[in-house]
C-alpha cells in the first residue's frame, strides 16, 4: 500500500496581502519538497469537487451564503480581522475541502494506506457559522461528518496538534457522541478555548493546555494522554489537524518542538490506529508558519505515513 497526497496548484491564488503569515510559500515549500524527493510510494491526487450539501452538514447555511457572496471580484476581503479572502480565494477554500474527501475515499477504497493533504487555506479555527483564525470553512470536519454521513462510521477520532487549539472544530463536534475530538496547544494563547474543563457533552473533547515553552520530551509525554483517550474511544478512522507551528522555530507561538519530533508523533499515532481502525489515518495541514521548519515537520510526517505501509 501507498500514501496519498492530495493537492491543488489553486492554493496559489489565495492571496492573503503583503506580510500575512498563512501565506501562499507555506504550500510552495512543501509541495516542492515531496517533488524533489520523488518518493515513489506517494501517490498524487487532485481533489475532487462535491455537493454542497456535504459543507451544509457542518455549516450554517446561511453562513455558507455569505461566504460564497464575500469572495471579491478585485482585490482583497475581511471575514474577520485575520482572515483574507481574494478572487482566487474560492476555487483554493473549495479544493481544500475537497482534499480530505478524496483522501477519505482513496483510503476507504484501498486505493492507499493513509494520506496527507497538502492545503491552504486551513480550517480548524471555522466555527459552524464564523470564519476565524485564517481558516474559511472547516476541512477536518467536514471529513468526519462525510465519514459519518457515507460511510456509516459512528466512531471518528481527530487529533489536532496544531499549537492553537482548534475551537471551530470542538464548537462542531461538543454535543456528538461519534466524534472524539483531543487538542494539544499552547494555552494560555490564542484563541482563548480549549481548557481542561471543556469536555463535551459525551466526555468526547480531551483539551491538552501546554505553557510556553514546553520542550519536545515534556510534550511527548503529554502525547500519552491522547494515545490513552484513544485506546478508550476505539476509532474505526483517525483525522489529523496536522498544524506544525509548535516548532520552535515557529514565529507564532512559544512551544519548542523540534521536525523530528512530528515523525514521533506521527509513528505513535499510527501504530495504534494499526489496533483499532487498520490504519486508516487522513491527515490535512493546519498551520506552520516558518517555512524550513514547515518543509522539514511534513517531510518527517509524511516518512511515518510512508513507512507504516
Known sequence: ????????????????????????????VVIDN????????????????????????????????FVEKSFPEKGLSFLDGD???????????????????????????????????????????AEKNKAMGFCIYNNVAVGANYLINKYKLKKIAIIDFDVHHGNGTQDIFYDNEKVLYISTHQYPYYPGSGTNDEKGKHNN????????????????????????KIKEFKPEFILLSAGFDAHKDDPLAQLQLESKDFYSITKRTL???????????????????????????????????????
Open 205 to 228: 473533547i480531551l483539551n491538552i493546555p501546554l505553557p510556553a515553552g514546553t520542550t519536545s520530551e515534556e510534550y511527548l509525554n503529554a502525547y500519552e494522554f491522547v494515545l490513552n
Open 83 to 125: 482572515t483574507i479572502i481574494s478572487p482566487g480565494s474560492k476555487d483554493a477554500t473549495s479544493d481544500a475541502v475537497g482534499s480530505i474527501i478524496t483522501a477519505i475515499d482513496g483510503v476507504q477504497n484501498k486505493d492507499f494506506k493513509n494520506a496527507f493533504c497538502a492545503v491552504r487555506p486551513p480550517g480548524h479555527h
Open 1 to 28: 500500500m501507498k500514501t496519498g497526497l492530495i493537492t491543488s496548484d489553486t492554493y496559489q491564488n489565495h492571496n492573503t496581502g503583503d506580510g500575512h503569515p498563512e501565506k501562499i510559500d507555506r504550500v510552495t
Open 271 to 309: 501504530e495504534l490506529s494499526k489496533q483499532y481502525c487498520d490504519g486508516k489515518v487522513v491527515s490535512i495541514l493546519e498551520g506552520g508558519y516558518d517555512l524550513q521548519a514547515l518543509q522539514e515537520s511534513t517531510e518527517m510526517h509524511v516518512k511515518a505515513l510512508l513507512e507504516f505501509n
Open 34 to 65: 515531496f517533488k524533489k524527493l520523488d518518493n515513489k510510494d506517494l501517490v498524487w491526487k487532485k481533489p475532487s469537487k462535491f455537493d454542497r450539501s456535504l459543507l451544509e452538514i457542518t455549516h450554517n447555511s446561511d453562513y455558507i451564503n
